[in-house]
């Protein structure tokens, strides 16, 4: 039967990119960087007092041949593998003096790129969309073929990210010279999708 189902995938896929819609998204990220005097505030709390839950709204995943004959080789199907979905949650930083950052509706890309989020600050208020964060390393991604008629995938993903200059910049201006630096470590994430 997985020679038939191979056979079938091949002859539907072919070796051209094939894209599926995300059903569900979920993630849990930890915020290792602290600085004194500023309160991390989650918009949907996480697994820890530093953490903040994500979820997925709509996205993609896209294969770069035939999924069906790639999930025998999972080191060969995650580097098949690109992402992007849009994201729900997100987590506002404050201080006592009234310098407020609200960072809401993230759209991720793995395993390039990083999480683009809508930054609300003091100097502009209705929000900009940039890049906040990015990946020091290529995330870990970890998929696998869970239904062959249709097509089905799970990824299992982790990764750590890193201040954008842009983001730190936002911050030193909020919150004074000093508050962050682009590359810094920011923390990690760890999250798991399927496919519809």
Do not use: H
């Not at 790129?113 to 991604?141: C, E």
């Amino acid at each position: 039967m997985l020679t038939g189902a191979l056979v079938a995938g091949q002859l539907a896929y072919g070796s051209d990119t094939v894209s599926f819609d995300v059903a569900s998204m979920s993630g849990d990220c930890t915020v290792s960087w602290t600085k004194a005097g500023i309160t991390f505030q989650a918009a949907a709390p996480g697994s820890t007092p530093s953490s903040f839950t994500l979820t997925g709204g709509t996205g993609t995943v896209d294969v770069a041949g035939d999924p069906i004959a790639l999930a025998v080789d999972p080191a060969k199907l995650g580097a098949a593998i690109t992402m992007t979905v849009d994201l729900r949650g997100g987590f506002t930083l404050s201080d006592g003096k009234g310098g407020v950052v609200e960072v809401s509706d993230g759209q991720a890309k793995a395993p390039i790129s990083g999480f683009t989020y809508l930054v609300k600050s003091p100097a502009n208020s209705m929000g900009l969309r940039m890049a906040a964060l990015d990946y020091p390393t290529p995330p870990q991604i970890n998929p696998k073929v869970v239904s062959i008629l249709p097509v089905k995938l799970a990824v299992d993903g982790t990764a750590d990210l890193n201040f954008t200059a842009g983001f730190a910049k936002v911050l030193n201006d909020t919150f004074g010279v000093g508050t962050a630096s682009g590359g810094q470590l920011f923390g990690s994430c760890a999250g798991r999708l399927s496919t519809a």
